[in-house]
DNA sequence: ATGTCC
């Protein structure tokens, strides 16, 4: 049997691209990372591997415990981590959906050429920064207060409806259609809304942007025409989440359960991965409030597309609509969703482990996604109408230097992974190890003389922090997932000029 | 990710 040594932890090779940490002492299920050995080996500096290992613990975890070939190390709970968890006997952990609740990002479409901005970059960045808030603290496109905030927490995108934000069918092209119906306010605090009401269409800061791209690569002819991409189109990214909302809403529940279920904290091997008992009162509390800060940042997004629409039609003396400036789709990164999936089950029908199974059966499972992206294939019923017949398109923002892709849900993806894969190329150093290796200044003069490529952002620390060598090669990363068949290439971008707190 | 410690 082919093995992989990485400081203490030993994985067995499944496969060509799967990589298994067997069960051992108190974990309930075996551990997968799905990657190239290349890959492997850039994961395996930080403590993925341990944090990944760990997560095996928590109880009632179906089948094993994944990590996409993005993964790095996060609070607890790897980013590119994917545990699909019992939601009748098992439990919820924070930790394992992520501070920045539904985190995502949103492709809009447009029916210009490269050569229309080409020439004109400068402007366009210029006036996107000028029009779409960022960077850390407060102000939005909306500048609001608790009762608003409520509202736009219950009815996620159908509040940016009604209010004018948005189309019908930019709420068909939002996953869940961009609203979470079991979101409950009241679980909220009131600290999580004050915070909350003056950044309602915000960027933030860290690795969030908006980008304006051009289609450079076609893949699967038949899927982009399905997703309406072609070569030499531009586009526009948008990467962000709920906020110090969904901050807030995490920093809170991470307290409460870590105080109210010392009993099951004991039980795990690492304090980060604090989860709620299913069933127990913070449990449902939790989910009502993560569901909540979900539709957040669904609304979030929204108005930063609907600002970049106005933008666009100021520059280009043309209506959105005469620029087909219609959504893709918009998919979330760090969320948990209650998904029935097939699963091995034990011999008293409880999911379990692989190795434990005696059968298998559909359960209902708190699938935890953090830093990973649902990857839905053809024919599920989730997926809107016109992408049905081809799966459900997945972005993966790569770097400022790398470009980014769009695949669709590949079909191996329900049976390898609950129906996911990853969301980005994932960081190769820390945030404090880039601002020594980069000058911000410096990253912004090569990306705009080597690759034309225009920057523009609040602080010239948070360009060192995101320069294109802090990624993994986004290549790689979408080289596996396409090989896995868990989701396959479309088409690749490469930016025109992004914006950034 | 984040009013990077109430």
Request: with cysteine; hydrophobic share 35%.
């Amino acid at each position: 049997m082919t093995t992989y040594d990485a400081d203490g932890i030993t994985l067995e090779r499944v496969r060509e691209y799967v990589w298994e940490i067997p069960r051992e002492g108190g974990m309930n299920a075996p551990a997968r990372v799905l990657a190239s050995e290349r890959l492997l080996d850039e994961i395996s500096q930080d403590r993925t591997l341990q944090q990944l290992r760990n997560a095996a613990h928590l109880p009632g975890v179906a089948k094993y415990a994944l990590c996409m070939p993005d993964g790095h190390q996060g609070y607890g709970f790897p980013v590119g981590g994917v545990a699909g968890i019992d939601a009748e006997g098992g439990c919820i952990s924070p930790g394992a959906i992520g501070y920045d609740i539904n985190c995502g990002v949103r492709m809009m479409k447009t029916n210009l050429d490269y050569d229309d901005v080409r020439g004109r970059e400068e402007e366009l960045v210029e006036s996107l920064f000028a029009n779409v808030p960022s960077g850390l603290g407060g102000g939005g496109v909306v500048e609001t207060d608790v009762d608003t905030v409520e509202e736009i927490l219950a009815r996620g995108m159908d509040w940016a409806l009604e209010a004018g934000y948005a189309a019908e069918a930019d709420l068909a092209h939002c996953e869940d259609e961009g609203y979470r119906p079991e979101a409950d306010p009241s679980k909220v605090s009131a600290k999580a809304k004050d915070r909350g009401k003056n950044q309602v269409g915000s960027l933030g800061s860290g690795n969030h942007f908006l980008e304006v791209q051009r289609v450079t690569d076609v893949f699967r002819e038949d899927v982009a025409d399905a997703f309406g991409l072609r070569e030499n189109q531009i586009v526009v990214l948008i990467h962000c989440g709920s906020r110090g909302l969904g901050h807030q809403v995490c920093t809170d529940y991470l307290r409460d359960i870590e105080k109210a279920h010392a009993g099951l904290l004991d039980r795990l091997p690492d304090k980060e991965l604090a989860a709620a008992p299913a069933g127990s009162q913070l449990a449902e509390d939790y989910y009502g409030a993560m569901c909540a800060a979900i539709n957040f940042a669904w609304v979030n997004r929204q108005l930063i597309m609907h600002r970049t629409r106005r933008v666009f039609e100021r520059l280009f003396d043309r209506s959105w609509e005469e620029m087909d400036m219609q959504l893709l789709y918009d998919v979330a990164h760090n969320i948990g969703k209650r998904e029935v999936h097939e699963v091995p089950v034990d011999a008293e029908g409880r999911p379990t482990g692989v190795d434990e199974a005696v059968d298998h059966d559909k359960r209902e499972l708190f699938v935890h996604r953090k830093g990973a992206t649902r990857a839905f294939p053809a024919g599920r019923p989730e997926l809107p109408p016109a992408y049905g017949d081809v799966g459900q398109p997945i972005l993966i923002p790569g770097s400022m230097g790398a470009g980014s892709y769009v695949l669709r849900g590949g079909e191996n993806s329900i049976a390898e992974t609950f129906g996911s894969t990853a969301h980005g190329a994932g960081r190769l150093m820390s945030r404090t190890q880039a601002k020594q290796e980069y000058w911000g200044e410096d990253v912004m003069d090569d990306l705009r003389d080597t690759h034309e490529v225009y920057v523009k952002a609040q602080s010239g620390a948070t360009v060192a922090e995101e320069a294109p060598g802090v990624y993994k090669n986004v290549d790689e990363v979408v080289r596996v997932s396409d090989a896995l068949g868990i989701g396959d290439k479309v088409a690749r971008t490469f930016p025109v000029c992004n914006i950034k707190g």
